[in-house]
């Protein structure tokens, strides 16, 4: 699975970007897919997952109720709808596939188990 994030730019407090990841490869449509962020100096942190089917999504506490996670198969495409937006989401924000979709829910939320990593796009909130 290739994926490629796009969709990132500079807002100011309370505005709205949404984010895509495009995958390719044949396995997309069976992989659960996720973001990831990463703001300068800190680790790359768990934002949103979604099944493969699209059924079930996880969110960071940081982010529930902001955001809105999605996936459309047919276009190989996950969808990351950011509301609200606050300086403190600043951050590279990257697409990550979990193929196949073994992690428990343990480790849903760490980085370490994702199998692809898109190359990030950054997201700017200013005050």
């Known amino acids: 699975v290739q994926l490629q994030a796009s969709g990132g730019g500079s807002v100011q407090t309370g505005g709205s970007l949404t984010l895509s990841c495009e995958a390719s490869g044949r396995t997309f449509s069976r992989s659960a897919t996720a973001w990831f962020r990463q703001a300068p100096g800190k680790e790359r942190e768990f934002v949103a997952r979604i099944a493969w089917s699209g059924g079930r999504t996880y969110y960071a506490d940081s982010v529930k109720g902001r955001f809105t996670l999605s996936r459309d198969n047919g276009k190989n495409t996950m969808y990351l709808q950011m509301n609200s937006l606050k300086p403190e989401d600043t951050a590279v924000y990257y697409c990550?596939?979990?193929?196949?979709?073994?992690?428990?829910?343990?480790?849903?939320?760490?980085?370490?188990?994702?199998?692809?990593w898109g190359q990030g796009t950054q997201v700017t909130v200013s005050s």
């Open positions: 990550a596939a979990d193929t196949p979709p073994l992690l428990i829910y343990s480790e849903l939320w760490y980085a370490r188990g994702y199998d692809y």
